[in-house]
């Protein structure tokens, strides 16, 4: 007897000191995530993404319908908004990214919705408790395997909902064939044994077809837990969002009654619990049923699921942007016109992407064209416009001390290149994409265009012809043009129509010094044959450049070249020569 009440006493010191260790192991868990949050406050993020986690987290945006204006891809590849996006991401759910890309490609036109933006924004960078316990819920909506939560529930439009019929005849016989072992068990046993056998294999032939559609019902499950704990925290300020996520999950009450009869899997760590569930899947094919049931109520829900995503995503997104704000060296909130004529007023505004930025300031209420040696800042400090431009109408901060403008539509044409498929030249899809600005020109709205070297891909006469009356066609009332150009032609082709701005540097003896400050007025200065002469290119290249430079601006023509051009190099081998055979 001593050795039986021993034995309890071992096992239920075992199984406490168990419990305790999984306790301990859940608390340290727990405050080491909440270290890692508050730790992570006010920080740019370190983690760094790969081609193909971007493309996953872009179809959030990619794949659904889209009304309005939106920043196409030509305009984002031009701007590296990839690594805007990378930087501004701090969302602790899988869903907080996808949201935040899809903000940053639809600029906002209305004051309400920014503002909006602007209030929680605010209430998370001032009530920390309400932010970290926000995020310990939203941390619940993990990604499922290397694809984005969005694709993972999209693949339940492609999937055909069979017929449970069959199953239930499964299910109706295994019941049948019991009661009738247990009413005559002499040749009911036998029966009873076939139908089992029967269930089982027929079950292993299809058990592949949930297998492959529980991470999608997963994403599901755990968005709507995320609702029932953002419902539970009674955040006064989020009562509009619980709000919509009851909405929401009122419609999905159906999928999520009985869907651990689908998801509660051994495989997934049930324990023997898990294991006698199996059995009785197997016997009953009752988690088929229900597979059924719940794909189809996923189908009649898509739009309901995706209003979860959009709603926690917006959420986790704008605690980013809280975040990011606070790591910054300054920023502002932009001030909005909502009518008249396109114009911009910003004041030391800087590029979010450039360590120890070179601020500049700028009123544009017309065409401004922008000229410059190379290197010396000119098309930095056009991205640098368009990007807050964007960022003013997203996340309603900009990298300035004060930002005041009209709403704009933002569109460039700037970092092109080859279309290697389609076997489109430079050219071609220069002019394409030129003509996709001019096109939005002629439709209503204010609309931001940037424009780097325009035209680059043809020869010199044409190039300055075209691009002169392109850039004058865009001189209208509803566009603000901000072009760069090594054609100082174009400054006085258009200094009726664009505002003259430029970029210079300070050349020395053996090198350039770049301010990157901009100044009024066309440049005066050139650097492309210095810069030549400093990486160590032969001082006769250098000097005829020069001379032929300096004598096409006294004659306005460009002197033949012909085999005197290979002269002095000539003699400066053959003298080579001779000190070596003297030597």
Known sequence: MKDVILGVLILFLVIGGMALWIWVENKNRRKFA??????????????????????HIAQFFCQREKEGFYIDDITWNDLEMDRIFVQLNQSVSAVGGEVLYDLLRKPVFQQKELQRRQELINYFDTHEKER?????????????????????????????IRSSRTQMLHFAAFFLSLFYFMAMPNPGVYIFLAVCVFNIVTYMGVKHEIDSYLTCFRCVIQLLQAERELKKLNITDLKEYVQQGETYAESLSRFQRGSSLVLDRSSAGGGVEGMMMDYVRMLT??????????????????????????????LDSMISIASVRRALPYYCIPQFQQAGQAFMEVSNLYHPLIKDPVANSIRAEGGILVTGSNASGKSTFLKNIAVNAILAQTIFTCTATSYEASYLKVMTSMALRDDLESGESYYIVEIRSLKRILDEAQKEGNILCIIDEVLRGTNT?????????????????????????????LSYILENLYENYHFEEEIGERDVTFHYLLKKGRVTTRNAIRLLEMIGYDQEIVKQANCAVEEFEKTGVWSKLDSNIHLMSKIKERLALNSDVLS
């Open 34 to 55: 909440l270290l890692r949050l508050r730790e992570s406050w006010g920080n740019i993020p370190q983690k760094e993404y790969t081609y193909e986690e971007l493309e």
């Open 132 to 160: 970290i316990q926000l995020q310990t819920v939203l941390s619940g909506i993990r990604q499922p395997g290397k694809v984005s939560v969005f694709e993972a529930i999209h693949v339940a439009k492609e999937v055909t």
């Open 285 to 314: 094919h009752i988690d088929l049923i229900k597979f059924n049931d719940m794909m189809e109520n996923m189908k009649q829900n898509q739009a309901e699921i995706e209003g979860l995503i959009a709603l926690f995503g917006y």
């Open 461 to 489: 006469i044409e190039r300055i012809g075209a691009s002169s009356r392109i850039l004058g066609m865009l001189k209208k009332e509803n566009v603000l043009p901000f072009a760069a150009t090594h054609d100082i032609e």
